[in-house]
Structure formats: C-alpha cells, structure tokens
C-alpha cells in the first residue's frame, strides 16, 4: 500500500491535483469516471486545466493512428512544462499504453507513467510512487485484479441522467483491422448482480437511462458459470425489471451473437431504445471475409431481419470502413447498397487506418490512395444523411414515450422510443431524463414535432437534481478520424 506522499514544491504546482483528459469510446470515458473516483478517493482533486495540475494525465485510443497521433501531439506540448516544472507527473493510461507500451518511454521521455487499460484502478499508486522518487512506472497486459470492482464507486461520475455501466471488457473475436483485442485483452463480462446492484445505485442517484457498454455486448455472458449464461437475454430482463430506470441503450452488438432469445428480450422490453449499434462494417462479401468480420451481407440480412420482424419500429447504427486494403469500386457499392438496404439512421464512417500488430497490417497493403478513402467517407456520410432525412418524418402521425434531454429555451430537446430527435414545449417541473407520452404532429427537417398527451399526469420527484450529460451513441471513439461522423448523436 502506497502512502500519501507530499510532493517535492515545485513552482505553482497545485498539490494532489489531477488533470484528466479522455479519448476514445465510451468504454474510456466509463474507465475516465472509475479514474476520477479512485483519485478523490485518495484525497486528490481535479483541476480544469493541465496547468497547474501535478498529474497530468491522458486516457488514450489507439483504435485509428490520428487518434495516437493527436495525443503524441499534445504530450510533446508538456515536454516544455515538464523541463520549467519537473514535478508534474504525465501519465499515458489506457489502449495506446498496452500497444506503445515501453516504446512511449522512448519517444516521449518526459513521462513518467505508462499504465494498460488493465491496470488503471491502481493509478493513484503509481504516480504517488513517482512523486515518492521512482523514476517511472510501466503496467502493461493482464493484471491479478479486476478492473470493475464488486461495488463501484461512484464519486467520479459526472451528473445527469444518463449513465454508462460497462457489462463486459475486451473482445474475443478477431477483426483483421482491428487493435482492440490486443489492447483489451480477452471479453471478460461482468457477474449479473454486480451490474444490477450498479444500475439500482445508479437509479438511487437520480439516473433514468443506462448505457450498457461492451465491445461485443450480445456475447456478455458466455464467460460466465453456467447459472449466468442465460446471456445478454436474461439480463435485459433483469435490468428491465429495475424500478425508476425508464431506458436502456446497448453498445455495441456483433451480428454473430444475436439470437431469436435476444431479440425476444428485446421485443418485449418497454425500456429498451430501439436504437441498435450493430455495425455492418462493409457491403461487399469479399471486404467482410479479408476483414474477418464472421459473416457476410446474406447473413447480416437475416439477423436485421430477425430483429426487424420482432421490432418494425426498430432503427439501426452502423460503424463503416471505407478504403480497406482491396477495396474496389464494386466492393464500395455493395456498401451504399447495404446502407441503402437496411436504411441507417445513424452512421460513423471510417477511413482504414493500418494499424501495427493487426493481421490487416502485417498481411495486406493499404492499397487504397488516400484521396479516395476521403472521397468514399464523403459519399457515405451524403448517403447516409439523405437515408435519416427520409426515415424521420415516417415517425409524423405516431405515439411515442420521449425522454427530455436538453432544455433550450421554452423546449425541449429529447428522443422518443427509437432514437429519434424531437421537440417538446417546456412546462413547468419538467427535467433532464423524465419521460412523457407524445404524439408527434410534424417535423421541421431537423426534429420532429411532439405534443404531450397525458398533461395532468404527475410529474414523478426528482431524486437529484440531473444536469445534461454528453450522450454518445455507439462504441465509437469521440474523436472521428474524419470530420465527418455527423450523424452521431
Ligand atoms: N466492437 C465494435 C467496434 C469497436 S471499434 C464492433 O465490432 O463493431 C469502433 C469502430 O472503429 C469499428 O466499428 C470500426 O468501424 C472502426 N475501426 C476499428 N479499427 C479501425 C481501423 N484500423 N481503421 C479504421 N477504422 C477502424
Ligand atoms: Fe472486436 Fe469490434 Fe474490434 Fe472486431 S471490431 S475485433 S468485434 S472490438
Ligand atoms: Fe480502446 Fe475504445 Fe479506442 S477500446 S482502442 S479506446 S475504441
């Protein structure tokens, strides 16, 4: 056990303070909060600004290169602060740690802390043993403790009324493409109770939507003893059975993994947002077996169908990579035609980034110039956006539960029960994360139009006093490799 030790003054250093900045998916900004809460567990505060702070840290992805590249960007800004102020302490925490790892010594010597994604719960330690004389401190790989505690804290948590709760971590397919298993490591889900327990002191707290993370989330489960492995299925039934909670969104499914017992789940929720990431990826059959993705458009048409028989009402989200290595014309067709076929009404496009100790990387050239990924991500994103603006107004006419989100002046800003956005008139009590019964009557080419139904219904007590959260949809990390991304939430 590390003590609390004093740091060597240095100029306008603020003692025991941390500045934390996150990149990547939501799995990270989840991670972001247990980091938080593990600081100001320890009696340290969080400063605003790297300025001042005596650990500077970054919880990184490695998903894409830009995303490696921005934060070598920014570490190379506090190579200066390091030499005038030698007792900051600069961490690298998270995807980008686990592939760099020692090589980040090397190419950014002025940090002092290199910690895996398996290893941050003990970060307060290590950069206490760094302000305690240890030149540096490197935690890569597997680790004997578990990155979820049994109990969370939930200190580090911002407030509102939306929540992540990560139900399983790491992956155990094998995208070609892909960092995410090597960085993550093997899927490893959460028990049930755990992640109830979490989601009732979460609802406790004043929260009415979860967010349940998981790289392949349809696959929790299937590392567990047999009396858990009902599968995302039984705990869909649970979660729902929560009193207080009003929705659930699940990040992210694989296509493998869904099951007639899933979407019979599914179906029957009233809490579940009908808004569904399952990434497609590609079109063309011959892009999804070089990509090792486990299926290939037939089979992923008969999953959605599936889904879609059980949910009519249902929208979809798709992540796309476009400029795979052998991506040709007809290959990048087959997936406008896919995105056509089973009409998106999100999606992230992505342009192939080879990414090192990936088998795409070792085996198969990134053949596809530049500007042409540019320009396949720009048809995509024009395609898409034409396929929401068709798909929302189909809403007009109907009833639907809307959870307010955002206040802008007299309205509300929300989404109704599949994803869709709409406005509300204000009245008077109304918060974040209440839901009200609508109809909706028009749409303005942005949101649709909602009039409440039930005005005389009563207006539940509010358990905290929720401020906006930032939503994301999608395990997808925050920062696009292209502008783009515009239709994520
Ligand atoms: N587990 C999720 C995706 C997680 S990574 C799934 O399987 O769908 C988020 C997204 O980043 C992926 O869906 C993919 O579209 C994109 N991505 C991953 N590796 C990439 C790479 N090397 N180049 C470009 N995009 C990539
Ligand atoms: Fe796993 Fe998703 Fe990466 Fe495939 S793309 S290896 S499913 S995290
Ligand atoms: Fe890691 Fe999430 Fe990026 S798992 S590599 S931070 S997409």
């Known amino acids: 056990m590390t003590t609390t030790a004093t740091p060597a003054p240095t100029s306008g250093l603020e003692p025991r303070s941390f500045h934390l900045r996150v990149y990547g998916c939501q799995m990270n900004f989840y991670d972001g909060e247990l980091i938080r809460a593990s600081f100001i567990r320890r009696g340290w505060t969080e400063a605003d600004s790297p300025e001042r702070a005596q650990a500077v840290l970054f919880h990184t992805c490695s998903v894409r290169e830009n995303a490696e590249e921005r934060v070598h960007g920014l570490l190379g800004d506090l190579r200066r602060r390091k030499r005038s102020d030698p007792g900051v302490v600069v961490g690298v925490i998270g995807c980008m740690a686990d592939r760099e790892g020692e090589e980040l010594f090397a190419r950014e010597p002025h940090v002092d802390v290199v910690c895996g994604s398996r290893h941050f719960p003990s970060l307060p330690d290590f950069v206490e043993r760094v ?69 009732r002191r979460l609802v406790d707290d004043g929260v009415t939507e979860v967010q349940l993370l998981g790289q392949t989330i349809d696959a929790w489960g299937r590392d567990l003893p047999p009396e858990e492995r009902d599968g995302l299925a039984g705990l869909m039934d649970a979660v729902e059975a929560i009193d207080g909670l009003e929705r659930i969104r699940l990040i992210t499914l694989h296509p493998s993994y869904v099951t007639p017992a899933l979407t019979g789940a599914l179906a029957r929720s009233r809490k579940f947002l009908r808004l569904l990431p399952i990434p497609m990826q590609s079109g063309s059959d011959q892009v999804l077996r070089a990509m090792k993705r486990g299926y290939n458009a037939e089979m992923y048409r008969r999953r959605v169908a599936l889904l879609r028989d059980a949910m009519p009402d249902l929208e979809l989200v798709s992540d796309w990579i476009v400029g795979f290595p052998g991506e040709t014309e007809d290959d990048f067709a ?47 994103l024009a395609l898409q956006h034409a396929i929401a603006r068709g798909r929302t107004p189909r809403m007009v006419g109907s009833e639907s539960a809307m959870m307010l989100e955002e206040r802008r002046d007299d309205q509300w800003f929300g989404r ?54 930032v939503i994301a949809l999608a395990l997808t990390p925050a920062i696009p490799a292209v502008p783009a991304s515009g239709f994520a939430v």
């Open 131 to 199: 302000i305690g004389g240890e030149e540096r401190v490197l935690a890569l790989g597997n680790s004997e403790e578990r990155v979820d505690e049994v109990v969370r804290d939930l200190g580090g948590r911002a407030a509102g009324h939306s929540a992540h709760v990560a139900v399983m971590r790491g992956c155990d397919l094998n995208c070609t493409y892909c960092v995410v298993p090597r960085v993550r490591g093997r899927a490893e889900s959460r028990p049930a109770r755990e992640i109830l327990d979490e989601i």
């Open 334 to 380: 087959a997936t406008e035609r896919a995105m056509e076929e089973h009409g998106f009404l999100q999606s992230f496009v992505f342009q192939y980034s080879p990414r090192p100790g990936t088998s795409a990387f070792e085996r198969l050239p990134d053949d596809v110039p530049a500007a042409t990924k540019k320009e396949r991500n720009h048809r995509l």
């Open 416 to 469: 109704i029960h599949n994803g869709h956005a709409a406005l509300l008139s204000h009245r008077e009590g109304w918060r974040a994360g209440l839901s009200r019964l609508v109809a909706l009557e028009a749409w303005n080419g942005r949101e649709l139009l909602a009039r409440e139904l039930t005005p005389e219904a009563p207006i539940p007590p509010a358990r905290l006093s929720a401020t906006p959260p």
